[in-house]
């Protein structure tokens, strides 16, 4: 079966770091585009990282640009989102997801991925 699990959630103050962690089994790890999500209480969820996605885009929605850090380890099926300078809008439960046949213009989008974890939250307070 395949399985994500994401973990390193936590909370930190604001201008805190947490480093996520998204490791994978079930499948030909190298075959597949992870993303990272988070949905927000209320709110829809959104896009923000995906790594050498759709033959070799990174991708970071603008709003965490310059301050997350997506990497990848295919030795080790992992997959990580290094998250500095934290802002309490970062507050959310962050999803990893993954899928094999990503292309450039949906990659930001959860509906484009077949499979996911099952979150880790995220608090970041002020």
């Known amino acids: 079966d395949v399985q994500l699990q994401a973990s390193g959630g936590g909370s930190v103050q604001a201008g805190g770091s947490l480093r996520l962690s998204c490791a994978a089994s079930?499948?030909?790890?190298?075959?597949?585009?992870i993303g990272w999500f988070r949905q927000a209480p209320g709110k829809e969820r959104e896009g923000v990282s995906c790594?050498?996605?759709?033959?070799?885009?990174?991708y970071y929605v603008d709003s965490v640009k310059g301050r997350f850090a997506i990497s990848r380890d295919n030795a080790e099926n992992t997959v990580y989102l290094q998250m500095n300078s934290l802002k309490p809008e970062d507050t959310a439960r962050y999803y990893c997801?993954?899928?094999?046949?990503?292309?450039?213009?949906?990659?930001?989008?959860?509906?484009?991925?077949?499979?996911w974890g099952q979150g880790t939250k995220v608090t970041v307070s002020s």
């Open positions: 790594v050498s996605c759709a033959a070799g885009t990174t």
């Open positions: 079930g499948f030909t790890f190298d075959e597949y585009d």
């Open positions: 997801a993954a899928d094999g046949h990503l292309i450039l213009s949906t990659l930001r989008y959860a509906s484009a991925y077949d499979y």
